[in-house]
């Protein structure tokens, strides 16, 4: 029974710190404002004064608000914001995410990706191999409109990253994958024949597994170019702004 009520106590927490975090991506709480005291706003939520203190704590963690003596609970500069937390990525796709932050978060994908599978396709292994083409073959079965496809896609970008077998860059996985999984979904839901990516990530996949680091490079960088595309296709209310391409990147 505690276990349960720990649990309830779990969720709640993270359902008032989702309202306040994606209320502040969205800019309906600006930087610096003040958060009124804990009292007036855990009677505004209908929560105990101790689930919203708990959810204010997960957002100081996400480096989102800070709490001082005297000034109270404020909302911190954007740039202090843990941008690459999978929770805080779940939160900006909630409802109509920042194009800017998006073009962002694919430039991000375009340093680090391509460079992580020319490292693949260096040091590879039959098991990384085998895990990347499972997940390959479930991408085709289940197709990435389905919440099994994406998963699929996920587990070929982790797969992938550990194939690099860069500790600090594999660490970075999770993050990928959170962008993978909102970026592929929030594109199926704006898009009436969302394109299937399945032929670029196979032809990842073959250079990783010739060992062709140059050839995996490229395709990854295809890969990215064309999903990044995918989310202008369909009007003004998807599109997202594109950043200057990289020295050597694919457009």
């Known amino acids: 029974m505690a276990g349960a009520e ?18 502040i991506l969205a800019g309906e709480i600006a930087p610096r404002a003040s958060l009124e005291g804990e009292i007036e706003q855990a009677e505004t939520l209908g929560v105990s004064r101790t689930s919203y203190r708990e959810a204010l704590k997960i957002l100081v963690a996400k480096g989102m608000l800070e709490s001082r003596p005297r000034t109270g609970t404020q909302v911190t500069e954007r740039e202090r914001w843990n941008l690459l937390d999978p929770e805080v990525l779940e939160w900006m796709f909630a409802g109509e995410p920042d194009p800017k932050l998006v073009g962002e978060l694919f430039e991000l994908r375009s340093i680090v990706e391509p460079a992580a599978a020319a490292l693949a396709a260096q040091r590879r292994t039959g098991a990384r191999l085998a895990a990347m083409d499972a997940a390959l073959l479930d991408m085709a079965r289940c197709g990435l409109a389905s919440a099994a496809g994406r998963a699929a896609d996920q587990r070929f970008h982790r797969e992938l990253f550990a194939a690099s077998g860069n500790s600090p860059l594999a660490s970075l996985s ?4 959170a962008a993978v999984e909102l970026t592929t979904t929030f594109k199926a839901r704006a898009s009436t024949s969302p394109r299937d990516g399945l032929a670029e990530h196979r032809a990842v996949f073959e ?3 010739d060992g062709d680091g140059e050839g995996a490079r490229r395709a ?8 990044h595309r995918d989310m202008e296709l369909d009007g003004p209310g998807t599109r997202v702004e594109r950043p200057p391409p990289l020295p050597g990147t694919a457009v």
């Open 6 to 23: 720990r649990g309830r106590g779990e969720r709640l927490h993270r359902a008032i710190a989702r309202r306040l975090g994606t209320a």
């Open 174 to 177: 999770s993050t990928i994958a």
């Open 207 to 209: 250079a990783v597994s």
């Open 220 to 227: 990854m960088q295809t890969l990215l170019a064309n999903a």
